[in-house]
């Protein structure tokens, strides 16, 4: 059916299907060629006008195509300029283009290549050389090839000094010297430089000790440290072996069989030099009730007799599971014993007694 035309005032309907096969004719003003669209339905059942001056001039809309440029008019292509540049890859059933990645082998060479690219690595073998190598192979271990014949077949020997040129570099594991000194150790005096020093014979191992100045590279002999040192510290630390539910003293360090008796060597330890006890914690393995009160003290004395409650010390009170004292501090002196008191002041307190405290010596 031939319709009229836009020139005669008249707006094109919907496609449908009353209007299927229809052809409309849009006439052209002076110099403009007239236009035809048919209706028609696609094979979704989808009605539209095609128009007729088109049809013919591009793919079909639900076709795949490969472009060298992008071109957003177009549906389905894919253009080949977003590529990077290199041998293109085919994808089966797809046609997906691709790039080819290239490929490689580790301490091998690619012997072949499949369609898609891929290696087959193989190692170098006799066969693969020119027919006139006659070669053995590589060098035994400890060996190298010092000749090489005009087959390629090495001369096998044991390297020699004489091999060697001037003494190795550092960077090749050596020392930059020639001789040894005696009584000397190698010291770094550069990145680039080793050198012997004599080491002092420092031989009274009671008093004398060795010493070493970086700003000459010498080594001397000094005097030993005979006390203890003025920034070291001590730390005790432990726990008793069992839930302590009365008053108990256990000796500082490890795990104790908490003693009841106040003066039982057994739960005392020595000190080995003077100096001063500080920052006490204390922790139970187990909350106390409301109404439990115990107190952790460290205790310093004679030993063998009852020690006495210094002032570091830290209070369980109620609910408390820990407690801790990091501003009091007391004096021991070497030779007495130290202890931790646990004072049980009221209620039943319960729990293993973990504990630790510092000492600095004087």
Known sequence: MLAWGTDHGAVRPACDATRRGWIWEVKGGAGVADTFAVCTKDAADVYAWIDLDSAGSGAPTDATYLTQTDNGSLSAEQAMGVLGTGLVKNTTTSGVQSIYGGTSCTNQFPRSLDASGAATCASVADADLASSYS???????????????????????????????????????????????????????????????????????????????????????GTDQTSAGGNGKALYSGRSSASLTVDSYCAPGGTDVCGTTAGAVLNQNPVPFSG?????????????????????YVRSGTCNTTLANTVLTCRLLD????????????????GQCIQIFYDEVAGTCAGNLIYSFELTPS
């Open 319 to 334: 609910v408390d599971q820990d407690c801790s004292d990091t501003v009091n501090t007391a004096t021991v002196t070497a």
């Open 135 to 221: 070669g053995v192979g590589a060098c035994g271990a400890n060996q190298w090839a010092s000749t090489l014949s005009d087959n390629a077949a090495p001369t096998c020997t044991q390297p020699a000094f004489s091999n060697l040129s001037s003494t190795a570099a550092i960077s090749q594991g050596g020392t930059t010297e020639t001789t040894s000194t005696e009584d000397a150790v190698l010291v770094g005096l550069s990145t680039t430089d080793w050198e012997p020093k004599v080491l002092t014979s420092c031989s009274n191992g009671t008093t004398e000790k060795l010493l070493y100045n970086s700003t000459t590279n010498a080594f001397s002999c």
């Open 276 to 296: 001063t006890v500080k920052n006490l914690y204390a922790w139970t393995s187990a909350a106390q009730a409301s109404g439990d009160d115990c107190n952790v």
